[in-house]
Structures are given as structure tokens and as C-alpha cells.
């Protein structure tokens, strides 16, 4: 062989070599998988139409998924065992009705034992925007602190209102939850504006 020759091997002594394929029972749930399965568990049959409406209409579920993405999702699913589906007859729109199997309602419970740090602290768009403060006047970011406490505000009226027509496990403690994270953005706003505008905060 001369020098500087390449040497090329034979295509049957090349090896690809691949991970071999998880099984569906370990595959982990996304958050968002996670919070679809475990709404269908509590509201089942449903289809995927009825879940994606009630999360349109609560306050208090936080779902990151849109309308578009949701099939695919539960494809997804399926694909993994988690959930299985029939056709509803006589439907036009030729919708299933969707079940969690019994594997899909493990993977709900180890989704709900595996805490993240990303559940203690999650992302914040306000917090966010803050950190921008810089690019705004000092009247802006004081109009800004004034907006989103009305908005916290009319917030509480919702959970109220929502609250009073819905019958869920748990209700009591996830409506405290909510109310508890609104009340202490409140606080936490009450705290920036004294800190831009100078004023000393009232203890009580």
C-alpha cells in the first residue's frame, strides 16, 4: 500500500452500533404527558376534545401542550401502552374515547414520586421580565407593577368563582395552593414597587 493510502474495510466488518431500543414500561412521562394521563384517569372516557376543553376552562391546570400537538401526543401514548382508544360511534368527526391502561396509570404514580428541581422553582415569566426592568422607565415599570396586581386580582375572583362549580379530588388543598402562590406575587409586588418608587412598606 503506498504511503498517505487509505485503507477502506469491507462493509461487513463495519459495525453500527446502536442503543438498544428502552422498553415502553420505563420510558418516563414529559410534565405534560404526565398532566394529560392524569386528567383522562380521573375523568375517563373522555375524549381528547373534552380534556383539552376542560383544561381551556380552569385557572388552576397548567397544561403546555396546544390543541394542535395533543394528537401526536396521544399517538405517543398509545405507541407506549399508556392509553388506548375507541371509536365513537356515530361521531362525524370519527373521535375516539380514550382510556389509561394500567400501565399508563404506573406511569402517572411515578411521575407523581419523581420530583424535579424544576417543580420547587418554577419558570416565571414575570420574574423574567423583571430582570428587564432596566429597559423601561421608572413610570413603566410602576404602570407595569399597577397592571399585573389588577390582573392577580381578577385572578382570585376567577379561582373563587371556579371553585364554587367544580367537584375534583382535592379541590380545597389545589384551590389553597393557587390562592397562596397569588397572594405571595402580591407581596412580592408590593415589595418591588416600594423598592422603585422609595416608599417604606407598611408592616403589619
Not at 124 to 132: A, E, I, K, Y
Amino acid at each position: 500500500m503506498h504511503a498517505g493510502a487509505f485503507s477502506v474495510r469491507p462493509a461487513a466488518l463495519v459495525h453500527t452500533f446502536r442503543k438498544p431500543p428502552v422498553p415502553r414500561a420505563e420510558i418516563q412521562l414529559t410534565d405534560d404527558e404526565a398532566t394529560f394521563l392524569a386528567l383522562l384517569i380521573r375523568i375517563q372516557p373522555a375524549t381528547a376534545y373534552q380534556i383539552a376543553k376542560i383544561y381551556d376552562e380552569s385557572p388552576v391546570s397548567n397544561f403546555g401542550t396546544s390543541k394542535g400537538k395533543i394528537y401526536p401526543m396521544i399517538r405517543r401514548l398509545k405507541e407506549r401502552g399508556a392509553l388506548k382508544g375507541r371509536a365513537l360511534a356515530d361521531d362525524a368527526r370519527h373521535s375516539e374515547v380514550l382510556s389509561a391502561t394500567a400501565l399508563g396509570r404506573e406511569k402517572v404514580r411515578k411521575w407523581i414520586r419523581n420530583i424535579k428541581p424544576s417543580h420547587l422553582l418554577p419558570k416565571d415569566p414575570l420574574r423574567t421580565m423583571v430582570q428587564s426592568f432596566e429597559l423601561l422607565s421608572k413610570d413603566e415599570q410602576l404602570g407595569w407593577i399597577a397592571s399585573v396586581r389588577n390582573g392577580l386580582r381578577e385572578k382570585l375572583i376567577e379561582l373563587e368563582e371556579y371553585k364554587n362549580s367544580v367537584h375534583v379530588p382535592f379541590k380545597e388543598q389545589v384551590h389553597d395552593n393557587a390562592v397562596t402562590v397569588i397572594e405571595t406575587r402580591l407581596g412580592w409586588l408590593e415589595r418591588l414597587e416600594a423598592s422603585i418608587s422609595g416608599k417604606k412598606l407598611l408592616r403589619t
